[in-house]
């Protein structure tokens, strides 16, 4: 691929997934650790250099993509999370044309470790509080 760091930010991007977690009452654990685990489904599909110059509607090549995720929250404020991404992308050129019939199909896997620094620890916002910011920073690995 030509330019591939466009081509991973626009898979990242177009994944769209609705997460389910588990939910913790404050006055049931005090202060201990809290672990969340998530799980996902969306579409992934593929903007890139191939889809430029056709007629093609942009998400006619939509395809599955799944999501699982674990978090361990440490105290109030840190947290450890891993998350994986598993779908499949394709590209399937339909043209009148017989030099544009590109295609591919390729497995996507994705793995990442992100630090998890939380907003809502009763110095920001209340733990209390139905709105829970953060911020992450992390290292992730695509395979395609």
């Known amino acids: 691929m030509k330019n591939i760091?466009?081509?991973i930010i626009c898979i990242n991007l177009v994944f769209t997934s609705v997460f389910c977690s588990a939910q913790y009452d404050d006055n049931l654990l005090g202060d201990r650790d809290v672990m969340t685990i998530g799980v996902g489904a969306g579409f992934v599909t593929f903007l890139g250099d191939l889809s430029k110059d056709n007629d093609l509607a942009t998400y006619t090549n939509i395809k599955?993509?799944?999501t699982f995720n674990v978090e361990h929250r440490f105290g109030a404020i840190m947290g450890a999370q891993i998350d994986a991404l598993y779908g499949t992308i394709a590209y399937n050129e339909i043209s009148r044309d017989?030099?544009?019939h590109r295609n591919f199909n390729?497995?996507?896997?994705?793995?990442?470790?992100?630090?998890?620094?939380?907003?809502?620890?009763d110095i920001i916002i209340k733990r209390k509080s139905p709105f829970s910011p953060y911020i992450g920073v992390g290292v992730g690995y695509s395979k395609f």
Do not use: E, P, R
């Not at 390729?106 to 620890?121: K, M, P, T």
């Open 64 to 66: 599955a993509g799944y």
């Open 106 to 121: 390729s497995s996507l896997f994705s793995i990442n470790a992100i630090a998890v620094f939380h907003f809502d620890n």
């Open 98 to 100: 017989i030099s544009k």
């Open 5 to 7: 760091y466009t081509f």
